[in-house]
């Protein structure tokens, strides 16, 4: 049958004026997209002092003299240094006391100081050096004869290597995630309400979005519009990702080309980003009326998201809220354990300015939750060579537990959802 764009929004767009939510799209301008994040403040040189001084309390705690860090989220974290990783080294070297420094090749200190928030020691190394050993240097001009030498957790082996050749023996080299992660683990009020303007930013986005499907689309046009409406609205797109009909199976999509028509699972999963916070976010539509097998997968999945919602409580073990999900599926015949039909992958993921962080909902991780933790809720169903739902949405713990960044759709019908409370 074919259809209209006016035929089509009757038959998949059901409650449209339910689009129009907080002011993002006026009912009567479904077109006016303008940005909302103007009032929203990035993280200032304080509260990277502040994070900082956290740091080293730690590292201090922990016995270790300096951590290691290379361009990155962890980098821009601590610092506010925005660079790229090469053969070159550019690193951060943070002592467990004394100011911070940045090693970078000669010609890249101009640019990198451009970026440096606060602290003036940056010590450049020439194409014929060793830039280890101006670490080496950093670490013993603060005083650290000996100790241990921690890395952050994505620092490539050669440049471990080589930093602890040049330190020598009186040094041994040890992780250091878990001191980064005291740290960015648990969010600021400040991050969140990062978060949450980046939240809001894909919702609208879904929400415009949504109202422009037509049928004959093909993933690359829906990908298109929600980028435009995600930077239109003052987000930076991570991503936005399409899936159609049987690709939606795939958690993260297929080869296999297909357009848009009349009965089919429509998966999206998008995030945006706001001052380097993140959001992500998955919808499900059905184009059209669903069957009876969309509609129940759909609610399953709807009924997992609040199991793993009302399962992340202060002091629960992270890895229970899969386990509590998986528990329900399996009651119903899905899996067992990550067998499809079921949930092949874990229920979440932790969320901040990567899109993925530690730590996981996810079998076996016996990580306690607390306040400032935050993570996808995603308990998606994935049918092999038919459809697969998802719904995302990110949660943030509270002293009292979890709250929603933004509250998952309430039906099919209604399939955009809406921001959460503070």
């Not at 990783?85 to 010609?107: H, M, Q």
Request: with cysteine; net charge negative; charged share 25%.
């Amino acid at each position: 049958m074919s259809l209209n764009k006016r035929d089509f929004l009757k038959l998949s767009i059901a409650g449209s004026a339910s689009l129009a939510f907080n002011g993002a799209l006026k009912a009567n301008e479904p077109d006016i997209l303008e940005s909302i994040t103007g009032d929203i403040t990035p993280i200032s040189v304080a509260e990277r002092k502040a994070r900082i001084a956290k740091l080293q309390d730690n590292m201090q705690a922990a016995g270790i003299a300096a951590l290691i860090i290379e361009p990155g989220s962890s980098m821009v974290y601590f610092s506010g240094v925005r660079w790229w990783r090469s053969e070159r080294l550019t690193c951060l070297v943070i002592p467990a006391e004394g100011d911070i420094a940045v090693v970078t090749p000669y010609f890249e200190e101009p640019s990198v100081r451009e970026s440096l928030t606060f602290g003036d020691d940056v010590r450049p190394w020439h194409e014929h050096e060793s830039p280890s050993r101006l670490v080496a240097n950093i670490i013993h001009d603060r005083g650290f004869g000996k100790g241990k030498i921690a890395f952050e957790g994505t620092v490539r082996f050669f440049v471990q290597n080589d930093i602890m050749h040049s330190l020598g023996s009186d040094y041994e080299m040890v992780s250091g995630r878990a001191v980064v992660n005291s740290c960015r683990m648990y969010k600021s009020k400040h991050e969140i309400a990062l978060m949450r303007k980046a939240s809001d930013v894909t919702l609208r986005a879904y929400a415009h979005t949504h109202s422009k499907l037509e049928v004959g689309m093909s993933k690359d046009d829906i990908s298109a519009i929600m980028t435009a409406a995600q930077t239109a609205l003052g987000g930076a797109t991570e991503f936005a990702m399409a899936l159609i009909g049987e690709a939606s199976a795939y958690p993260h999509g297929s080869r296999k080309t297909k357009t848009l028509a009349e009965g089919d699972i429509l998966l999206m999963d998008c995030g945006a980003e706001v001052h380097d916070y993140e959001s992500d976010i998955s919808r499900t539509f059905v184009i059209g009326e669903p069957n009876k097998k969309q509609r129940d997968v759909w609610n399953t999945v709807r009924k997992g998201q609040q199991i793993a919602f009302e399962t992340a409580q202060i002091g629960a073990e992270a890895g229970t809220v899969d386990d509590a999900v998986r528990a329900y599926y399996e009651s119903l015949g899905y899996g067992p354990g990550y067998k499809t039909p079921g949930l092949s992958h874990r229920t979440g993921h932790g969320i901040g300015m990567d899109g993925h962080e530690l730590v996981n909902f996810v079998h076996g991780e016996s990580t306690q939750l607390a306040s400032g933790m935050c993570f996808s809720n995603e308990p998606g169903i994935y049918i092999y060579g038919e459809f697969g739902v998802r719904l995302e949405d990110c949660i943030y713990m509270t002293d009292s537990g979890p709250k929603w960044f933004t509250e998952p759709p309430a039906s099919l019908e209604d399939p955009i959802g809406r921001m959460g409370g503070i």
